[in-house]
């Protein structure tokens, strides 16, 4: 007697796809440290870096002008 057993493996084709696209992470990642040695990675990090730290200060001028009209208002 010989018994047969099926599945339906919903999981295996996304399983599969996230293998593949972490591949492709994974060589884009390795081929832009490899071609700039990672500089043009870290650059980016710093320029975005500092634009948000603009951004934060502006943000904190613009709170300091509003708590400071609030308080003109109070009085």
């Known amino acids: ?32 440290f490899k071609e700039n040695g990672g500089n043009a990675l870290a650059n980016s990090y710093r320029q975005a870096t500092s634009a948000a730290q603009q951004h934060l200060t502006v943000l904190e001028k613009m709170h300091s002008v509003h708590l400071a009209r609030l308080m003109q208002l109070r009085h």
């Open 1 to 32: 007697m010989t018994a047969t057993i099926s599945a339906n493996d919903q999981a295996a084709p996304k399983l599969r796809e996230l293998l593949e696209l972490t591949k492709k992470l994974e060589s884009t990642a390795k081929a832009a």
